[in-house]
């Protein structure tokens, strides 16, 4: 009796946390947590657990699974153990379900530092983006907004037209010359969090940006020169309108993002940039 009771802790034991698995990416919640190229993992991984739990719930044992005297899982068939086991694998998971956010706070963001250059970002020289389908390095960007503008590109542009860019954008036109060229005096349109910054006219266009989960996540952001701006409060969703000013300081290039509009928005599909 002793060991079904076991089985039965220990196979629930495997299904609470495949399911946990599979609700996260079923929901989509698994998005804040997790680069889009290992989302699938979660699912499969989940899955297997489940499966794993069901066939171990329909699996009688007898409580012993070593052959010599000397054996150390005498806890197989102990009710107590098996619930202490679900307890520390469960339990934590289901609080943490429950309770988290699914969201970076003010204070998270400013304790993990902003980081305001493309040269700090992680994998910053194997950075790649998809735009429609189609691979667009910070190399060959600037040919891409030019055939945009041409009509015979396929960048993203907003409702109005203007080059829709996100805020790693931004970063890497400090280190690619082909970009500053391009941008020069073109109207872009970008959407991120709004940060206070240290004058009244000037504010930090912040995104979060992953390279492999939450845990390496780290605030980006651009500098916005904005002359009158409204009620916003941080970390609230904006979308910025402007051209993007490039200064150089003892060498190195910093843009800049002069603001025709901004207005608060939506949040994007995906909050995190990767």
């Not at 499966?51 to 102990?78: F, P, R």
């Not at 699914?102 to 700090?120: S, T």
Request: one cysteine or more; a negative charge.
């Amino acid at each position: 009796m002793r060991a079904r009771v076991s089985n039965v802790v220990n196979g629930l034991t495997l299904v609470g946390l495949g399911s946990f698995f599979v609700v996260f990416y079923v929901s989509g919640r698994i998005n804040q947590y997790l680069n889009p190229i290992f989302r699938p993992l979660v699912l499969i991984a989940g899955m297997a657990i489940v499966i794993a739990g069901l066939v171990y719930l329909m699996t009688t044992h007898s409580g012993q699974c070593c052959l010599d005297e000397d054996c150390v899982h005498g806890h197989v068939d102990n009710p107590p153990w098996s619930l202490a086991f679900f307890g520390v694998i469960c339990l934590p998971v289901l609080f943490g379900a429950i309770f988290s956010k699914d969201a970076f706070d003010q204070q998270v963001v400013v304790n993990r530092g902003l980081f305001g250059g493309a040269a700090k970002l992680p994998g910053a020289r194997q950075f790649h983006r998809t735009v429609v389908g189609n691979p667009v390095s910070p190399v060959n960007l600037g040919a891409h907004i030019n055939e945009a503008m041409s009509g015979s590109g396929d960048l993203p542009a907003a409702d109005d037209g203007n080059i829709a860019l996100e805020v790693s954008d931004l970063l890497y036109v400090e280190t690619q010359e082909p970009l500053r060229k391009s941008l020069a005096g073109r109207t872009v349109e970008v959407v991120g969090q709004y940060l206070s910054g240290s004058t009244n006219d000037e504010f930090k266009l912040v995104r979060m940006f992953m390279w492999c989960c939450a845990a390496d996540a780290r605030p980006i952001y651009v500098s916005v020169a904005h002359a009158s701006l409204g009620d916003v409060s941080d970390l609230e969703w904006v979308k910025v309108t402007g051209t993007a000013e490039l200064s150089t300081d003892k060498g190195q290039t910093r843009v800049l993002l002069r603001a025709n509009s901004v207005e608060t928005t939506d949040p994007p599909e995906e909050a995190m940039l990767y």
